[in-house]
T-cell receptor, first 115, second 112 residues
Framework: EAQVTQNPRYLITVTGKKLTVTCSQN?????MSWYRQDPGLGLRQIYY???????DKGDVPEGYKVSRKEKRNFPLILESPSPNQTSLYFC??????????????FGAGSRLTVL | AQSVTQLGSHVSVSEGALVLLRCNYS??????LFWYVQYPNQGLQLLLK??????LVKGINGFEAEFKKSETSFHLTKPSAHMSDAAEYFC??????????FGKGTMLLVSP
């Protein structure tokens, strides 16, 4: 089944404890992206990747890191999480991110709470 | 930069009534337009999209949307709401090579 898989789905952590949210897709998509969803703010893009080894900042990149060493994986790293990073996180992928109306396939989401 | 405005964070309808969710956008170039739906505790999934050609676009579950360039709008409609339509709906715009920008979402509430 074509899908985007995120782990963990739920995580409670404490301020300053590094964590990684993994994201993997099995559709050979070039483009991958991370979003955070907060009530009343919709989805805001954190980072995106047009292809392997190519990443770029979205609208809210502060406090996050990403890497794209392989086409299928796009982990989101919080080096020193803070309470304002408590949110619902979505990974998404599409065939390409360039010109065109490519449709995003979303993961099921990762709910992160930072105490 | 592009932007998306969804009018109304919550819309309530009765089962069987018309659903109308409003979306206006700003874009410096002709955009691609999307509606995504998010059911409780799930990720987003595509309802429909407009790329080029016919301005009335039909999607899944009986939804449709009309691209009106002069009004910079892409409103989502469904003639008759079902209880199963209760979800959050997101309009999104992608001008050319730019990345996708989402609106803040509209929660659709359907009462019996």
């Amino acid at each position: 089944e074509a899908q985007v898989t995120q782990n963990p789905r739920y995580l409670i952590t404490v301020t300053g404890k590094k964590l990684t949210v993994t994201c993997s897709q099995n559709m050979n998509h070039e483009y991958m992206s991370w979003y955070r969803q907060d009530p009343g703010l919709g989805l805001r893009q954190i980072y995106y990747s047009m292809n392997v080894e190519v990443t770029d900042k979205g609208d809210v990149p502060e406090g996050y890191k990403v890497s794209r060493k392989e086409k299928r994986n796009f982990p989101l790293i919080l080096e020193s999480p803070s309470p304002n990073q408590t949110s619902l996180y979505f990974c998404a992928s599409s065939l390409s991110g360039g010109q065109g109306g490519n449709v995003l396939t979303f993961g099921a989401g990762s709910r992160l709470t930072v105490l | 930069a592009q932007s998306v405005t969804q009018l109304g964070s919550h819309v309530s309808v009765s089962e069987g009534a018309l659903v109308l969710l409003r979306c206006n956008y700003s874009s410096s170039v002709p955009p691609y337009l999307f509606w995504y739906v998010q059911y409780p505790n799930q990720g987003l999934q595509l309802l429909l999209k407009y790329t080029t050609g016919a301005t009335l676009v039909k999607g899944i579950n009986g939804f449709e949307a009309e691209f009106k360039k002069s009004e910079t709008s892409f409103h989502l409609t469904k003639p008759s709401a079902h209880m199963s339509d209760a979800a959050e709906y997101f309009c999104a715009v992608k001008p050319g090579y730019s990345t996708l920008t989402f609106g803040k979402g509209t929660m659709l509430l359907v009462s019996p």
